[in-house]
């Protein structure tokens, strides 16, 4: 089963900082295009930020200017650097790319890694 492994998550307080790293499978070809989601007790899950192959980031509004993403390509990584969190960031974040298994293209996610920012 493809997985992705993700890392780094935690408790802070509102102002606080976290970095959330993701590792893509190793041993079949991904697309290098990696996105982190998040979702929130009772809410849907949404999208927060993506990376592409070139390097060239996306942020949701409501974490531009706040949030990083960056990638190791060696390391097939992705990482999220948090900044001035607020209580409204926390969820339980996904990151998630795609990759060719099988013949065919298919979407596939991390397990997820807790964000609680407390005011």
């Known amino acids: 089963q493809v997985q992705l492994v993700e890392s780094g998550g935690g408790s802070v307080q509102t102002g606080g900082s976290l970095r959330l790293s993701c590792a893509a499978p190793?041993?079949?070809?991904?697309?290098?295009?990696m996105s982190w989601y998040r979702q929130a007790p009772g809410k849907e899950r949404e999208f927060v930020s993506d990376?592409?192959?070139?390097?060239?980031?996306s942020y949701a509004d409501s974490v531009k200017a706040r949030f990083t993403i960056s990638q190791d390509n060696a390391k097939r990584t992705v990482y999220l650097q948090m900044n001035s969190l607020k209580p409204e960031d926390t969820a339980m974040y996904y990151c998630?790319?795609?990759?060719?298994?099988?013949?065919?293209?298919?979407?596939?996610w991390g397990q997820g890694t807790q964000v609680t920012v407390s005011s």
């Open positions: 998630k790319t795609t990759c060719l298994l099988g013949g065919s293209w298919s979407d596939y």
């Open positions: 990376i592409d192959n070139d390097g060239s980031p």
């Open positions: 190793r041993f079949i070809y991904c697309s290098g295009d």
